[in-house]
């Protein structure tokens, strides 16, 4: 176990520049940041297994709610740290960025928002690490599962186009909706051609509808099952 530190500017510009070097020499040396110069101990104390392996993302994300409300953290508190969000992706790196080549030790990396974290909304919520727990602390993790089924370094389709719109994520009965429209239960998996343009009432589709409805009708405030009922009939195929 070892207590949650926060990356201070000097270890963030490091840990960019090794995320780099990897894209060129995928046995480049990871530097130390646990150290004073590079990153600060949070406080209050928060205790993480840096050894931990994680099945999915939600599996990360109730992890770190676990740790954070057994000391009393509230999540207003620690979303604005980017720092700690950071720090975080640079512990669990081997997982948000796993070997994919065992002779040469390639790495599959990402564009850097998903590990070094940003103010930036249309960046935060690509941080493989912030963005997962962001929307874990807030809504019925029954309702999430399209949007955590999946690998640690994956950030699917799904998380694009919705978790990237606040007006959407942020809101609990369309969160359901979406989860009750796209994702199949018994597979435990978003259903078959939900991200395909050739499918009618494929996933931007239902975004775009919400966008209209907007205009017309109050739909923070209705049931999930109300949003559904007024979608169009090219939606019937995945009710």
């Not at 894209?23 to 130390?32: H, M, Q």
């Not at 909304?121 to 493989?128: E, M, N, V």
Request: proline share 6%; hydrophobic share 35%.
């Amino acid at each position: 176990m070892m207590k949650v530190r926060v990356m201070l500017p000097e270890g963030e510009q490091i840990f960019r520049d090794y995320i780099h070097n990897l894209k060129v020499n995928p046995l480049y040396t990871r530097p130390d940041l646990n150290v004073d110069y590079f990153s600060q101990e949070f406080s209050p104390e928060v205790l993480i297994d840096e050894t931990k392996h994680f099945n999915s993302r939600m599996d990360l994300a109730e992890y770190l709610q676990n740790c954070f409300n057994s000391t009393g953290v509230k999540r207003e508190h620690i979303l604005p740290i980017n720092g700690m969000w950071t720090w975080l992706a640079y512990i669990w790196f081997d997982q948000l960025a796993p070997i994919k080549n065992s002779d040469t030790k390639e790495r599959k990396l990402g564009e850097d928002a998903r590990y070094i974290c940003s103010s930036n909304y249309s960046d935060y919520y690509r941080h493989l690490i912030a963005g997962p727990y962001r929307i874990y602390s807030l809504h019925n993790p029954e309702n999430l599962q399209i949007f955590l089924y999946d690998p640690v370094h994956n950030l699917s389709d799904y998380n694009e186009q919705f978790s990237s719109r606040q007006f959407l994520i942020s809101h609990r009965n369309i969160v359901e909706a979406f989860q009750k429209l796209y994702f199949d239960p018994q597979a435990r998996q978003p259903k078959q051609g939900s991200q395909s343009r050739k499918k009618p009432g494929y996933i931007r589709r239902f975004v775009k509808i919400l966008q209209q409805f907007e205009l017309t009708y109050d739909i923070y405030t209705m049931p999930a099952d109300r949003i559904l009922d007024l979608l169009p009939p090219e939606f019937d195929g995945w009710k």
